[in-house]
């Protein structure tokens, strides 16, 4: 298969909620120079001008919800567009993403070799923090640790998980797998649809040789004990990631190191949140309500 048949095979899904338009457009562009089509969910952003901004043609569709229905609401939608339109692969990426030029054709060739010998669910980009220029590691799950792995170049390194942004997928894989669940509503949803695919056989792998900009949280916090600083969320972010990882406590496909693992980090992510970051009392709030509906089995957009 020649450069041209690969890119012809891959559709980018990005799923949007009030988007920065320049970064969002520069996203789109070089997208556009990699894969064959971009799809564009943009949930209920009520942007009027999503459409002219974007310069939708051809090889952009875009996709305006009335409402926010969600991250893995949206990324089910572009899979099924995806799969409707005959394409064989799906690379997923936020809205303020920003692929290298070589990204794509990277991801292909770390999927075609690794394919080979084994069953690959996904192949990810080697995400660069646009805040301070370090490249993020892929993570092994470990007790009471995890181990990071940072890939050189010409690395491709098995991992446990992949973050959203920056994933090609096979959607043969996701007929076996299943869709992204849209209970989770945003938070997790990366980490569910990986364990479910580890659980199944699958391997996923980090690629060395394909980066692309991201920033992961609202902002950085210094930190002695992460490189870099800490991803700081806004409070009602905590209510999802507490929620949600109370709820993958109870699915069978959920790795059990991680669950003995993330128990034991609540506490401190509590006193680093609530000691370290204001508006303390939104975050207590919004951590304690998270936690109070996993324990419920309550699933979709927080309560308002």
């Known amino acids: 298969m020649d450069m041209t048949d690969r890119k012809n095979s891959v559709c980018a899904v990005i799923v949007t909620y009030h988007p920065e338009i320049n970064t969002l457009r520069t996203n789109i562009e070089r997208c556009k120079e990699q894969v064959e089509r971009v799809y564009v969910f943009d949930n209920g952003s009520g942007i009027e001008a999503l459409d002219a901004a974007l310069a939708a043609g051809d090889d952009v569709v875009i996709h305006q919800a009335p409402d926010n229905v969600g991250l893995a609401a949206g990324l089910n939608q572009g899979v099924a567009f995806a799969k409707r339109s005959?394409?064989?692969?799906?690379?997923?990426?936020?809205?303020?993403?920003?692929?290298?030029?070589?990204?794509?054709?990277?991801?292909?060739?770390?999927?075609?070799?690794?394919?080979k010998k084994q069953r690959v669910a996904a192949v990810g980009a080697t995400a660069v923090d646009?805040?301070?220029?370090?490249?993020?590691?892929?993570?092994?799950?470990?007790?009471?640790?995890?181990?990071?792995?940072?890939?050189?170049?010409?690395?491709?390194?098995?991992?446990?998980?992949?973050?959203?942004?920056?994933?090609?997928?096979?959607?043969?894989?996701?007929?076996?797998?299943?869709?992204?669940?849209?209970?989770?509503?945003?938070?997790?949803?990366?980490?569910?649809?990986?364990?479910?695919?580890?659980?199944?056989?699958?391997?996923?792998?980090?690629v060395g040789s394909a980066h692309m900009g991201h920033a992961i949280g609202d902002a950085l916090s210094p930190s002695h004990f992460q490189k870099g600083g800490a991803f700081v969320h806004k409070p009602i972010r905590l209510y999802y990631i507490m929620r949600n990882r109370v709820l993958l406590y109870r699915r069978k496909t959920t790795l059990q190191r991680w669950i003995f693992q993330d128990v034991l980090r609540i506490p401190f992510k509590f006193l680093r949140m609530v000691l370290l970051h204001s508006p303390r009392g939104q975050y207590l709030g919004c951590m304690l309500k998270g936690l109070r509906d996993g324990i419920l089995g309550r699933y979709g957009p927080a309560p308002k």
């Open 86 to 115: 005959g394409f064989d692969f799906v690379l997923l990426l936020d809205q303020d993403s920003l692929p290298a030029p070589d990204m794509v054709p990277s991801l292909l060739a770390a999927y075609a070799e690794l394919s």
């Open 130 to 206: 646009v805040r301070n220029g370090l490249a993020m590691p892929f993570v092994r799950i470990k007790f009471p640790f995890n181990q990071k792995i940072y890939a050189a170049d010409t690395m491709s390194v098995q991992c446990d998980f992949l973050i959203t942004s920056g994933s090609l997928v096979p959607l043969s894989v996701l007929d076996c797998v299943g869709n992204m669940d849209e209970g989770l509503f945003i938070d997790n949803v990366d980490l569910d649809w990986c364990f479910r695919a580890v659980a199944q056989g699958f391997s996923l792998f980090g």
